[in-house]
């Protein structure tokens, strides 16, 4: 079973950066793979979404201009670089497959934006 295992997140002060990472158990060259936030009390949201080979990506407004996700399918991963963090930024990170999720989730990242 395919599993995915985020890592990287932290607590920032607004207009920081981090970069967090996603790591899977197995291949995953041809699923397109999205990064999720859960902000506290809500259902995770998709945020950023790259496809299969790297050449296509898509950002919800919110994030455009600010992250960029990028994938390495010989590592079997996909990050994220967030830049200019706010703290409605603030949640847990997650990374799935697009456009429908597995239904089993990794453990998450936290990342927090505060001063």
């Known amino acids: 079973q395919l599993r995915f295992v985020e890592s990287g997140g932290g607590l920032v002060q607004p207009g920081g950066s981090l970069r967090i990472s996603c790591a899977a158990s197995?291949?995953?060259?041809?699923?397109?793979i999205g990064w999720y936030h859960q902000a506290p009390g809500k259902q995770p949201d998709m945020v950023a979404r790259i496809s299969t080979g790297g050449r296509s990506t898509y950002y919800v407004d919110s994030v455009k201009g600010r992250f960029a996700i990028s994938r390495d399918n010989t590592k079997r991963t996909v990050e994220l670089q967030m830049n200019q963090l706010q703290p409605e930024d603030t949640g847990v990170y997650y990374c799935n497959r697009q456009p429908v999720p597995f239904r089993s989730w990794g453990q998450g990242t936290q990342v927090t934006v505060s001063s």
């Open positions: 197995q291949n995953i060259e041809n699923l397109d």
